[in-house]
C-alpha cells in the first residue's frame, strides 16, 4: 500500500475515535476558563445536586443576564458555544468581592477584579454583597482575570446543562 494511502487512513482512524469521543460526552477545553485538559460531560438531571467545585457548562441562552449579552458583544464569549466554569458558591452563600479578594461563605480568595479588559475596556464588577437565592450560583475561573460572575454575577441553575468530570 503506497504512503499517502497509509497516511490517509491512520488520519481517517483518528478521526474516527475522535467523533465516537465527542459523542460520547468527551471535550478538550482550549480555553483559559479552566486548566487545559479533557472532560466527561454528564446531563444534570432534574434535582440533582449541584455543589461548590463542580465544573459545570452554561447555556449563556438560557440566562437572561444583561451582563452575558455585553459579554457576547464584547466577544468574551460566543452565542451558542456553551462556557465552562467552576461552581465558587451555592444557594444560601454571601458573597462580596473587593480589590483582590473575594470571598464566598466566610472563605476568601485571592481573585483580582480588574478594572479593565485586555483591549482597555471598561470593566465594572457585579454589587455585592450578595446573598444567593435558591437557584443561583457564583461561578469562578481559573485566572485571576477570567470573566466570571465577578463581572456577570450569579447564574440560575436552569442555565447549567452539565457538569464536566476532568479525565486528564
Given at each position: 500500500?503506497p504512503?499517502?494511502?497509509r497516511?490517509?487512513?491512520v488520519l481517517c482512524v483518528?478521526?474516527g475515535?475522535?467523533?465516537?469521543?465527542?459523542?460520547?460526552?468527551?471535550?478538550?477545553?482550549?480555553?483559559k476558563?479552566?486548566p487545559?485538559r479533557i472532560?466527561?460531560?454528564v446531563?444534570?438531571?432534574?434535582?440533582?445536586?449541584?455543589?461548590r467545585?463542580?465544573?459545570?457548562?452554561?447555556?449563556?441562552s438560557?440566562?437572561n443576564?444583561?451582563?452575558i449579552?455585553?459579554?457576547?458583544?464584547?466577544?468574551?464569549v460566543?452565542?451558542?458555544i456553551?462556557?465552562?466554569?467552576?461552581?465558587?458558591?451555592?444557594?444560601?452563600?454571601?458573597v462580596?468581592?473587593?480589590a483582590d479578594t473575594?470571598h464566598?461563605?466566610?472563605?476568601?480568595?485571592?481573585?483580582?477584579?480588574?478594572s479593565e479588559?485586555?483591549?482597555g475596556?471598561e470593566l465594572t464588577?457585579?454589587?455585592?454583597?450578595?446573598?444567593l437565592?435558591?437557584?443561583q450560583?457564583?461561578?469562578v475561573?481559573?485566572?485571576?482575570?477570567?470573566?466570571?460572575?465577578?463581572y456577570?454575577?450569579?447564574i440560575?441553575?436552569n442555565?447549567?446543562?452539565?457538569?464536566?468530570?476532568?479525565i486528564?
Open positions: 500500500m504512503l499517502f494511502l497516511l490517509l487512513l483518528i478521526a475515535l475522535l467523533c465516537i469521543a465527542y459523542l460520547a460526552g468527551y471535550r478538550l477545553n482550549l480555553t476558563s479552566l487545559y472532560y466527561r460531560l446531563a444534570i438531571e432534574s434535582g440533582g445536586v449541584l455543589s467545585g463542580d465544573d459545570v457548562v452554561i447555556d449563556i438560557q440566562t443576564n444583561p451582563h449579552a455585553e459579554a457576547i458583544e464584547r466577544r468574551y460566543i452565542p451558542n456553551p462556557m465552562l466554569k467552576e461552581i465558587g458558591g451555592v444557594p444560601g452563600d454571601i462580596f468581592l473587593c473575594l464566598i461563605a466566610g472563605i476568601s480568595t485571592r481573585m483580582v477584579v480588574a479588559d485586555s483591549k475596556r464588577p457585579y454589587p455585592t454583597p450578595l446573598v437565592s435558591a437557584d450560583y457564583w461561578l475561573s481559573d485566572p485571576e482575570r477570567g470573566y466570571d460572575s465577578r456577570f454575577g450569579p440560575d441553575r442555565a447549567f446543562t452539565h457538569t464536566a468530570v476532568p486528564l
